[in-house]
């Protein structure tokens, strides 16, 4: 009988390892969600970093936080792979002055090897002696990729007032040609 006992007990600790006591997949749950809140908050720095001081490359930038074959959403609609994103965001870089960027109300789920990440977006610039103050709702789908996460997709809206300064935009642009 004590032998027998004594199996049960070693079975038990065996079973008991740290990674299945209880909580423990709440706190790795809850270390994944401020990891991909974390690289939300360092990928728009570092966008901030790129656009006022131009001490970063946007394209490397990019490249480090996104998937390689990730399709955005745009505000106003449109579906374009991240060479297209680069591309648009190189072009308004020229042109564009006293950027700045904030998050608000972000929340992170993670499921496994999968995540969202949904907030607002505020986006402040003056391009084209224009001032442009952008209301962003943002989506962003990661996946785990090794140790660490990479955004799979991306999605933005934008309210009437913000999609407003973007036909006034388009409309100076257009009388000034």
């Not at 939300?40 to 480090?64: H, K, P, Q, V, Y």
Request: hydrophobic residues 35%; aromatic residues 10%; contains cysteine.
């Amino acid at each position: 009988m004590r032998l027998l006992l004594g199996l049960c007990c070693l079975l038990l600790l065996a079973c008991n390892r740290q990674g299945d006591e209880p909580g423990s997949a709440a706190r790795s749950t809850e270390q994944d969600e401020q990891t991909i809140r974390g690289l939300i908050t360092s990928l728009n720095e570092g966008m901030t970093r790129a656009l006022t001081t131009g001490g970063i490359d946007t394209d490397s930038l990019m490249d480090f936080y996104y998937e390689k074959d990730i399709y955005y959403i745009t505000p106003w609609g449109w579906s374009e792979p991240l060479d297209s994103t680069k591309s648009r965001i190189r072009r308004a870089s020229a042109i564009l002055r006293d950027y700045d960027n904030r998050i608000e109300n972000l929340e992170v789920k993670v499921y496994g090897d999968g995540a969202y990440a949904s907030y607002i977006f505020r986006q402040n610039s003056m391009i084209n002696d224009m001032m442009l103050e952008e209301y962003l709702p943002t989506t962003v789908i990661l996946e785990r990729r090794g140790e660490g996460w990479k955004i799979v997709r991306m999605h933005r809206s934008t309210d009437y007032e913000t999609f407003q300064q973007y036909v006034a935009m388009q409309q100076q642009q257009q009388a000034g040609r």
